[in-house]
């Protein structure tokens, strides 16, 4: 465990807990800059992803910031989605994938950087 | 915008305006289909000329038979004539072509006029001929392509959509969600955030429930790349007490500071690597 391994997990967990796409942030180092293989790095994002969610979400439900109503209805069908994934992920080549994570990446970013702050937001 | 779940009304006055333009057009498809030429007809039986009655059937493909019977009388046997037909309509005119055994066509041109369950041909040589259609020998089904019928076909589509086009939006937008985070390994936030924002949950709300609903999605995801033998659960390992560490930190920071200005920086961050992935 070097210290790159220790500061972007760290990162990715500040990110994901705040949901500014955190689990963008560990699979952008490990594919980017540490240089894993694409599936390989989506993979371990993803197992990251359950234990820092987990917390996040223990957090937030203690101090009642999430509803659950909707996490009942989008959480099947996401899942029926992600067995959707996992069936396509088998006909997508590894050089393709890389690029729809960049497409994802810079329509977020866009989205991002050009959403305007609502006043829900002051709630 | 769409909603989730259990906030959709149905406001009363467009529900009454459905409900009449529903009943409106269910009554005028149904009479413009009794309007129909296409069903059996018959003619005559009713003791003129020996009891010889004319039976024409009418399909939609501009064909049909007519039969002509003679019942037994003192003077012969029953007498069956049966000739094919060819038909055309134009405005309120009929033209038939009588087609017989021997392929020599005879073509006739009357004007028609239905009225419920009677249609009335009039020619130069016969006029006022009436012809009651036969119910129950409808060898064809009546005539669905007219204007009205096509419409109320249309309206109970659009009354479908409108009813169902929020649970439908939803729905496809959920499993899109979990496409996204299957296929990318991230990014399910990218379409359940807005989702949740659009069903009336503040922003920070909605990044919190977004949370918890990738959470059983992205274990799935998980499940099936170290099943699929992409990852083992030891590469993973060294990244996860630093992260949820940080996801501690990120957590408590939520709800504490403005997110604004770090929002804009990770949205530079992110085109960065998005172009370099992109590019690479």
């Given at each position: 465990m070097n210290i790159a391994t220790i500061i972007w997990g760290f990162l990715a967990g500040i990110a994901a807990g705040m949901g500014l796409?955190?689990?963008?942030v560990l699979l952008i180092y490990l594919s980017l800059f540490a240089g894993v293989a694409q599936l390989t790095a989506q993979g371990i994002n993803l197992i990251v992803f359950v234990p820092t969610a987990a917390v996040a979400v223990i957090i937030y439900a203690v101090r009642h910031k999430i509803a659950w109503k909707k996490v009942l209805i989008m959480a099947p069908l996401g899942i029926v989605g992600s067995l959707l994934g996992g069936y396509l992920l088998k006909f997508i080549p590894s050089e393709l994938l890389s690029k729809i994570l960049g497409g994802v990446l810079i329509f977020m970013g866009l989205s991002r950087l050009f959403s305007r702050k609502t006043c829900k937001d002051e709630k | 915008m769409f909603n989730l779940g259990t906030q959709f009304k149905i406001k009363p006055k467009l529900f009454l305006l459905v409900v009449i333009c529903f009943i409106v057009l269910l009554f005028s498809s149904c009479k413009s289909a009794e309007k129909s030429i296409v069903g059996s007809w018959k003619c005559g039986g009713d003791g003129v000329l020996y009891d010889q009655y004319n039976i024409l059937t009418f399909s939609e493909d501009g064909t049909g038979v007519s039969e002509t019977i003679i019942p037994e009388n003192q003077d012969s046997e029953e007498l069956k004539i049966v000739n094919d037909i060819e038909y055309k309509i134009q405005d309120d005119t009929l033209y038939i072509d009588f087609i017989s055994e021997d392929g020599s066509v005879n073509s006739t041109e009357q004007t028609f006029e239905i009225d419920n369950d009677t249609l009335t041909l009039n020619s130069k040589k016969v006029h006022n001929a009436k012809y009651e259609r036969i119910k129950h020998n409808k060898p064809y089904p009546a005539n669905n392509t007219d204007v009205s019928s096509v419409l109320f076909f249309v309206f109970i589509h659009i009354l479908f959509w409108v009813i169902f086009l929020k649970k439908i939006l939803t729905a496809f937008f959920g499993i899109l969600v979990g496409i996204i985070n299957g296929t990318v390994g991230a990014g399910g936030g990218l379409v359940a955030v807005p989702l949740l924002k659009s069903s009336g949950l503040s922003q920070k709300e909605s990044h919190s429930t977004a949370i918890a609903v990738l959470l059983p999605i992205s274990l799935m995801s998980a499940v099936s790349y170290i099943y699929a033998g992409h990852v083992t659960l030891a590469d993973a390992l060294p990244y996860v007490i630093p992260s949820v560490i940080g996801a501690t930190v990120g957590t408590i920071l939520l709800y504490k500071i403005p997110t604004h200005l770090l929002k804009k920086i990770f949205a530079l961050f992110m085109l960065y690597a998005g172009v370099r992935l992109f590019l690479r």
């Open positions: 796409g955190g689990g963008t | -």
